[in-house]
């Protein structure tokens, strides 16, 4: 494994990636990155459906007993309106709703950005021909791989409508925030004494560090969800489709970042000489955006190379949008690169 990360991944790659806390070199690919969050909460297994309604129970703290992964593509109501994309939209029991997501780092004002998803979650039931009583549930659940609330010590945190009282408005809409870079406390209890949200942070901190694998066994075998969650971990992880595009979507990460910080830093430059302000904030903005397209288009062109997806799927994996296609299948008939399109 380590010669392959080593083919893909420059030596100051494999830095930046670590210092975000990823374990490369691990024997499982890592939960904590989201694509692999993903693939194994909602692949089309019994295992996974089963480590799904247990994490779901668990964060959620209620009992569920069916779930249906949706759409992670909320429809947009106007050509203005900002694009909502989740890592899993799941909808469970009488049609209560979640979204949840997997944050490697800090960025794009995160609560912020929470707050206005849940409200549109929420807005985008049918209440036609239905009585406001009638809306379902829904909630944001958002795991961070970084402090959030250094405020805060405990690691678990949600937030609800309260008066100044502290009277819960209807309890209809609920962010959590799981951050697990503090599970210190936890971490020193009997795992018998530990709550289900406790074994699942502790299962996604550590599942494929070598020094902490008696605790993960010991998890793993107290809770059958998050053994059906461990199995299906493991089957992607020796799927090397899925090794390569994980390393390729980790390294188009990396990119992508590189482009943000010269976007940033290029703007500045630029809005400095000028003189004006104007200057500078147009200079940041459109280098910011030159850059994100650019490094979204470099790592779709990248999957479509190494894994031989369709361009529908790298557009899917990256959430690159719609009219940036065209861009892409013209970068790829440029470099000759061949391709389908997809549906």
């Known amino acids: 494994m380590c010669d392959e990360i080593n083919q893909i991944l420059t030596p100051e790659e494999i830095r930046e990636i670590e210092s975000m806390g990823i374990t490369l070199h691990g024997s499982l690919l890592d939960p904590k990155v989201d694509i692999v969050f993903k693939a194994m909460l909602t692949s089309r297994c019994p295992e996974s459906e089963k480590a799904l309604i247990h994490f779901l ?20 109501t106007g050509i203005l309106q900002k694009q909502s994309v989740f890592d899993i939209h799941a909808e469970f029991d009488e049609g209560d709703e979640a979204d949840i997501e997997m944050q490697m780092k800090l960025k794009d004002n995160l609560t912020n950005r929470s707050e206005y998803n849940t409200a549109k979650l929420f807005s985008s039931q049918n209440a036609k021909g239905n009585t406001y009583a009638d809306l379902k549930k829904v909630y944001t659940v958002i ?9 805060r010590a405990c690691f678990y945190d949600e937030y609800m409508y ?16 799981v951050e697990l870079t503090k599970l210190g406390e936890v971490e020193k209890k009997p795992v018998s004494k530990m709550t289900g949200m406790e074994k699942w942070a502790l299962f996604l901190k550590h599942v494929n560090q070598k020094r902490k694998q008696s605790l993960i066994h010991e998890i793993i075998k107290s809770e059958e969800g998050i053994r059906m969650g461990a199995e299906v971990l493991e089957t992607i992880s020796k799927d090397r489709k899925e090794f390569s595009r994980y390393f390729h979507y980790l390294k188009g990460e990396i990119d992508r970042e590189s482009q943000l910080i010269y976007a940033h830093r290029k703007g500045k430059a630029e809005g400095k000489e000028e003189g004006k302000a104007e200057g500078k904030a147009e200079g940041m903005a459109e280098g910011m955006e030159q850059g994100m397209a650019k490094g979204k288009i470099e790592a779709a062109i990248s999957m479509i190379k190494e894994l031989q997806i369709t361009v529908s799927k790298a557009m899917e994996i990256i959430n690159l949008p719609e009219e940036r296609r065209a861009v892409l299948i013209q970068e790829l008939e440029n470099q000759q690169i061949p391709f389908s399109k997809g549906t």
């Not at 129970?57 to 947009?76: D, F």
């Not at 309260?162 to 925030?177: A, C, D, F, P």
């Open 162 to 177: 309260r008066n100044s009282e502290g009277r819960v408005l209807s309890g209809n809409t609920k962010i959590i925030y």
């Open 143 to 151: 795991i961070t791989n970084f402090t959030l609330f250094k405020e």
């Open 57 to 76: 129970s668990s964060v959620l703290q209620r009992n569920i007993t069916k779930v249906t992964v949706l759409n992670n593509e909320l429809a947009n």
